[in-house]
């Protein structure tokens, strides 16, 4: 019996085989040339000559354009004295018509001697072959790289899943949806980068600390470090928001980060140790200007990057081009548990009760708040397909939101839901200083409680509070979260380049 991480016995000897090669290449001194330059790029030249004016192969000749590419062997057909590579790069494919009188003998040899994964360096003329394909009319050819493990033909199966997790860089080759998604992670987070900075919002990009020495800005639970030379803990920020808050109030009245944030809480398909958020503030602005804000954001980069608010996530149909439903939470509650009574809403003996009858989770130091948090996570959350603001949540589970001016023990708050996902949370900012250090130290007794997320007391946050900060609305968007829903991607896995996977055996 064999260890399921060792290789196959064929792969061994073929690794073997190409390992021999290499030591070939050594040993004329041409291994891992670095000397070729590239002047075009595969998937350009197939979107510049895709026109029919230059469909056919007497016209492309007469242009007489050559190129020097370079790229991965993706399939070798070798036909005697003639091949055919198809070559791929960053931007796509192309085929190279390699033909042994073109290239001179010792190039065809050496290079039928070549493995499907190799990387190789290529000039030539452009060319169509008689089924009409956009080649390359070989005339120099190099191996640029030896590839010593073979490619999978594909991935396939619930085991190669997670192989595709631990190997990337073997499924950015072979899956061409991964290079997609990627791309359009990058053209999502680009694009939004644009939409902030421009007018009339005007947003700057700033950068915050990473590491903490108090964790705050989020209800999580930290991961901890060292400082050697300082002999002090430090913590990985759960949430970059109480300095950039503070940045508010030293005068930058529009500011966000694009900001990896560190959590020590499970592993899911909606969950990763480190993910990255969106987080910005406003000076002057309430909640309802942020939802707005929100809403456009995700509407405009579903357009740019997608051409369509019309999207698929996991199964459902979902469209970010109307106008998000806003809820209040309490509402939520009410109109999927009919049984509970308006009056009971926050009466804690009567909210413990419902939850212990509903399933949901009841500990001894939650209040009515709490608990009615507990009841709309299990009994609401998942059925909210379409883009669904939640509203006005209770002050017990919103540390840092601003209390409402006429509903006591309620802020005010949001939390966009998308096919049962939260994407994205937001509120007016708590100002008041001596609110905030209540608030805090309600905190520190519920951690002394055994809340291990709780937050802790901020003394210098309370200062600069207290030099004063203006209303401003805050806004949190997971990004991982929104290309998943851009990307119809069904885990968290799909669109992190190298989500968190346990140590290999």
Same mark, same amino acid.
């Given at each position: 019996?064999?260890?399921e ?5 064929? +792969? ?27 002047d ?7 979107? +510049? ?25 993706? &399939?070798?057909?070798?036909? @005697? ?16 018509f390699? #033909?042994?009188g ?10 039928? @001697?070549?493995?499907v ?14 089924? %009409? ?24 199966? &619930? ?28 053209r999502?987070? %680009? ?7 421009? +007018?009339?919002?005007?947003? =700057? ?20 470090? #060292?400082?050697?030379a ?14 950039l ?5 030293? @005068? ?21 140790p ?16 942020? =939802?707005d ?15 369509t ?19 209040? =939470? ?12 308006r ?7 009567? =909210?413990?009760? #419902? ?11 939650? @209040? ?15 059925? &909210? ?13 919103s540390?840092l ?6 509903d ?36 520190v007794?519920?951690?002394?409680s ?33 290309v ?11 669109? &992190? ?9």
């Amino acid at each position: 019996m064999t260890d399921e991480n060792t290789p196959p016995i064929d +792969e061994n000897k073929l690794i073997a085989e190409r390992r021999e090669k290499l030591k070939g290449l050594r040993g004329q001194g041409v291994a891992f040339p670095n000397d070729h330059k590239v002047d075009a790029f595969a998937g350009d030249l197939q979107t +510049e000559f895709a026109d029919k004016d230059v469909h056919t192969a007497e016209s492309i000749e007469a242009i007489a354009r050559r190129v020097k590419v370079a790229g991965r062997i993706m &399939l070798k057909r070798d036909q @005697g004295k003639v091949a055919f590579v198809q070559l791929q790069d960053f931007t796509g494919r192309i085929q190279l018509f390699i #033909h042994q009188g073109t290239v001179g003998e010792e190039t065809y040899k050496a290079f039928k @001697g070549w493995d499907v994964g190799d990387i190789v360096g290529a000039e030539g003329a452009l060319m169509r072959t008689k089924t %009409g394909e956009l080649s390359i009319k070989v005339d120099a050819l190099r191996l640029l790289t030896k590839s010593l493990r073979p490619l999978p033909d594909k991935f396939h199966g &619930l085991a190669d899943v997670e192989q595709r997790y631990r190997q990337r860089y073997v499924d950015l080759i072979v899956t061409e949806e991964a290079r997609r998604t990627f791309a359009l992670r990058s053209r999502i987070i %680009g694009y939004m980068r644009q939409w902030l900075e421009a +007018e009339p919002r005007r947003f =700057m990009e700033v950068e915050t600390p990473m590491m903490h020495i108090i964790p705050g800005g989020a209800t999580a639970r930290p991961f901890v470090t #060292h400082h050697n030379a300082l002999d002090i803990d430090l913590y990985l920020r759960v949430a970059p928001e109480l300095y950039l808050k503070r940045l508010v109030v030293g @005068g930058f009245d529009r500011v966000y980060e694009i900001n990896r944030n560190f959590r020590n809480e499970g592993v899911s398909t909606r969950h990763n140790p480190e993910f990255t958020m969106l987080e910005l503030y406003q000076a002057y602005a309430t909640y309802h200007e942020i =939802m707005d804000l929100t809403e456009s954001v995700i509407r405009d980069t579903a357009k740019k990057v997608l051409g369509t608010t019309a999207l698929t996530w996991d199964g459902a149909s979902i469209d970010v081009g109307p106008a998000f439903r806003r809820w209040k =939470m309490e509402d939520a509650v009410l109109e999927h548990n009919p049984e509970i009574k308006r009056e009971e809403l926050r009466d804690r003996d009567a =909210m413990a009760a #419902h939850a212990k009858r509903l399933g949901a989770q009841v500990k001894p130091g939650y @209040g009515w708040g709490k608990l009615l948090l507990e009841i709309f996570e299990h009994t609401v959350e998942h059925t &909210l397909i379409q883009p669904t603001f939640i509203i006005d949540h209770p002050v017990e589970v919103s540390p840092l939101a601003r209390e409402n001016d006429t509903d006591k023990g309620i802020t005010d708050r949001f939390e966009l839901f998308v096919n049962g996902k939260e994407l994205a949370n937001g509120f007016s900012e708590l100002n008041d200083p001596e609110d905030q250090a209540a608030r805090f130290q309600a905190q520190v007794d519920a951690k002394d409680s055994g809340d291990d997320e709780a937050m802790h007391f901020d003394a210098d946050y309370i200062r600069a509070l207290e030099v004063g900060l203006p209303p401003t609305g805050g806004l949190g968007i997971g990004i991982d979260r929104l290309v998943m829903l851009l990307t119809d991607s069904a885990s968290i896995r799909d669109v &992190l380049l190298f989500p968190y996977m346990r140590p290999e055996a």
